[in-house]
């Protein structure tokens, strides 16, 4: 083994040990949707350590800057590294079991490695990029709120006032390094069907069943358009009775889409007209609300950091692979301001209390950032 291998084992070793570290006290503390305080406490702390400044804005969501190096370089556009640090119920403190490489959960909650692990990844490569003495670009790292809830600390941020107009946002997605070129639009949609309630066992006129309703609705489904749309409904709430003919229902569904703007409204139409209709031919009614999360986008090939991000990924021997995707991340809404894109984290089975992560993949993330960072143009 060359010296330069060597140094590169080592390195690398040092990564793993610091994203374990990481991962490790990360998941020591709560942290879900809309009670991230202590895991944003924790992160101050780890960034404080590190000499770096940090606020929080309105949202909840933590930023700092790092001073790009040499000081010469401070002047440039900073890159944004994302993650976010809320997790899904119930997102408890607990210690992670580790064997053979693999993080699970105790078993009590769920791993919270979504995303954890994204976290971790940032924290790792900032103090390796310190540790080594490493050229590098300002960076700008965003630790985000509610992301499992609707993207909400993401909305609520814009990167133009730190001049940010590009990066990287490290979350699950699928298997650890792939990264997502195109996302779906997610629409989540709430159904309303009145009917008129009455008592089996007595006259059944003027009665109707709102489950009925919901029975006969011709409403889109499942998988469609060659798999370009997915159409759920995961909730139905209806009846308070086993003897009263239900009155009223509501459901809870999901439109995951690659459809354009139109082919988006063409969707909703289709489903609200599919329960509406069905109310009224059986002689109730129904509403139906539509709330977008998150628009669908693409990822130029020909885009800077998605070039030298591959650069990076090709160098260290691995395999550059793209991926479409219907899960929604914080680059949904970050699209918006810059062009930012997601690299897996390779977080399974997540939001179960059967999640895993296997750990020498996050290692292996933080040292092809590391290099991208270190190689990045001054001016593109």
Request: aromatic share 4%; with cysteine.
């Amino acid at each position: 083994m060359s010296v330069s291998e060597r140094d590169e084992t080592t390195q690398t070793t040092q990564s793993l040990e610091r994203v374990t570290t990481t991962l490790r006290e990360l998941l020591a503390v709560p942290s879900v949707s809309g009670a991230e305080g202590a895991a944003r406490e924790y992160l101050s702390g780890r960034l404080a350590a590190l000499g770096l400044v940090t606020q929080t804005d309105a949202a909840g969501n933590l930023m700092a800057r790092v001073a790009g190096f040499p000081s010469e370089r401070d002047d440039e556009a900073p890159l944004l590294l994302n993650a976010h640090i809320d997790r899904v119920p119930p997102g408890l403190a607990h210690t992670p079991r580790i064997a053979d490489g693999v993080m699970r959960s105790d078993g009590t909650t769920n791993l919270g490695a979504d995303d954890a692990a994204g976290v971790a990844i940032i924290l790792a490569t900032v103090e390796a990029l310190r540790e080594r003495q490493c050229a590098h670009p300002p960076l700008l790292l965003l630790f985000t709120v509610g992301e499992e809830v609707g993207l909400t600390g993401a909305k609520a941020f814009d990167p133009a006032p730190w001049g940010a107009v590009e990066g990287i946002v490290f979350d699950n997605a699928g298997e650890a390094g792939e990264v997502v070129i195109r996302a779906a639009t997610y629409i989540a949609f709430d159904v309303a069907i009145h009917g008129a309630s009455g008592h089996p066992g007595k006259r059944l006129d003027g009665t109707v069943s709102a489950i009925e309703i919901f029975r006969c609705a011709q409403y889109p489904s499942g998988s469609l358009d060659d798999d370009a749309t997915r159409i759920s409904i995961g909730r139905v709430e209806a009846g308070s009775a086993r003897n009263a003919v239900p009155a009223e229902l509501r459901a809870l569904g999901e439109i995951r889409t690659l459809a354009d703007a139109a082919g988006r409204d063409a969707l909703m139409a289709r489903v609200a007209r599919g329960f509406t209709e069905a109310a009224e031919s059986l002689g109730g009614a129904a509403e139906v609300s539509f709330d977008p999360h998150c628009d669908a986008y693409v990822v130029g090939e020909d885009e800077p950091l998605l070039l030298a991000w591959r650069a990076a990924t090709e160098a260290r021997g691995a395999p550059f692979r793209t991926m479409t995707t219907f899960i929604g991340s914080d680059a949904s809404a970050l699209r918006a301001h810059a062009r930012v894109f997601t690299v897996s984290t390779g977080v399974m089975d997540e939001h179960t209390v059967d999640e895993w992560v296997p750990l020498p993949p996050l290692a292996e993330l933080v040292e092809t950032a590391v290099a991208l960072l270190a190689r990045y143009p001054r001016s593109r």
